[in-house]
Nanobody, 126 residues
Framework: QVQVVGSGGGLVQAGGSLRLSCAAS????????MAWFRQAPGKEREFVAA????????SFKDSVKGRFTISRDNAKNTVYLQMNSLNPEDTAVYYC???????????????????WGQGTQVTVSS
């Protein structure tokens, strides 16, 4: 049974930083692309960042480019989202997800991800 568990959210002031973590189990983690999505109150879920199964390719939502980085540690079956220069528009519940198929690139499309974490709240105060 695949489990994906995100953590690391919290309350931070504008301009601050947070690092989200996502641990996956029940799958051969190193063979799966991983991604982060977010959903703000009253808004649809949106793509934030993705990382290929190799870790060599990434994709980002335009508004987070240059501020967020995504990385993975296959030894720990964990993917990270480092978020810097946070602003109130980044406030949302952040979800990590594992791709539905192995050996894929950093897709930004939610329907391609089959395994989802429970979400972790990020709140950025102005």
């Amino acid at each position: 049974q695949v489990q994906v568990v995100g953590s690391g959210g919290g309350l931070v002031q504008a301009g601050g930083s947070l690092r989200l973590s996502c641990a996956a189990s029940g799958l051969t983690f190193s063979r799966y692309a991983m991604a982060w999505f977010r959903q703000a109150p009253g808004k649809e879920r949106e793509f934030v960042a993705a990382l290929s199964w190799t870790g060599g390719s990434t994709s980002f939502k335009d508004s987070v480019k240059g501020r967020f980085t995504i990385s993975r540690d296959n030894a720990k079956n964990t993917v990270y989202l480092q978020m810097n220069s946070l602003n109130p528009e980044d406030t949302a519940v952040y979800y990590c997800a594992a791709h539905r198929a192995q050996l894929r690139g950093p897709s930004p499309y939610a329907h391609e991800y089959a395994y989802w974490g429970q979400g972790t709240q990020v709140t950025v105060s102005s």
